[in-house]
């Protein structure tokens, strides 16, 4: 178990605000951005749902005064996936994005390899709990 850093509890907080957001705005608009992005409705649609799941894991995470180490690390590896994977579809063909779906989907990358790097730098201030 660690005692996460105050630092590390708000950029998880952070994550858990940015990706309910965006879990809000691509299950129930998905209808109205898949044409304005020129991007499938399915891939908006089910990218909200798991950020429902997402944000509400990494939310209360950064509500709890302790947790096993694991659990930051899976969520600032997951978050450096998809960035990665984010960059990725723009480069792989399997959409055709117009330049404001290329704007969307770059500027959600940086944003969640901004908390990324802001959840690691966190963990890393973060202490681990004395065994008795």
Same mark, same amino acid.
């Given at each position: 178990?660690?005692?996460?850093?105050?630092? @590390? %509890?708000?950029?998880?907080?952070? !994550?858990?605000?940015?990706?309910?957001?965006?879990?809000? =705005? &691509?299950?129930?608009?998905?209808?109205?951005?898949? /044409?304005? &992005?020129?991007?499938?409705?399915? +891939?908006? %649609?089910?990218?909200?749902?798991?950020? =429902?799941?997402?944000? #509400?894991?990494?939310?209360?995470?950064?509500?709890?005064?302790? &947790? /096993?180490? =694991?659990?930051?690390?899976?969520?600032? @590896?997951?978050?450096?996936?998809?960035? @990665? #994977?984010?960059?990725? @579809?723009?480069?792989?063909?399997?959409?055709? /994005?117009?330049? +404001?779906?290329?704007?969307?989907? #770059?500027?959600?990358? =940086?944003?969640?390899?901004?908390?990324?790097?802001?959840?690691?730098?966190?963990?890393? %201030?973060?202490? !681990?709990?004395?065994? #008795?």
């Amino acid at each position: 178990m660690m005692i996460p850093s105050l630092f @590390l %509890r708000r950029a998880l907080q952070a !994550d858990a605000i940015f990706s309910g957001t965006g879990a809000v =705005i &691509f299950s129930l608009g998905a209808g109205e951005l898949a /044409p304005l &992005f020129n991007l499938p409705e399915a +891939l908006l %649609r089910e990218t909200g749902l798991f950020l =429902i799941v997402y944000a #509400a894991f990494v939310g209360w995470l950064g509500t709890r005064q302790s &947790f /096993p180490r =694991i659990l930051a690390g899976i969520v600032v @590896l997951g978050n450096g996936a998809w960035t @990665l #994977a984010s960059i990725a @579809l723009l480069f792989s063909g399997a959409v055709t /994005p117009n330049l +404001l779906g290329e704007a969307a989907i #770059a500027a959600q990358a =940086i944003a969640t390899g901004t908390l990324a790097e802001l959840q690691y730098i966190g963990l890393r %201030r973060s202490r !681990d709990t004395v065994a #008795a």
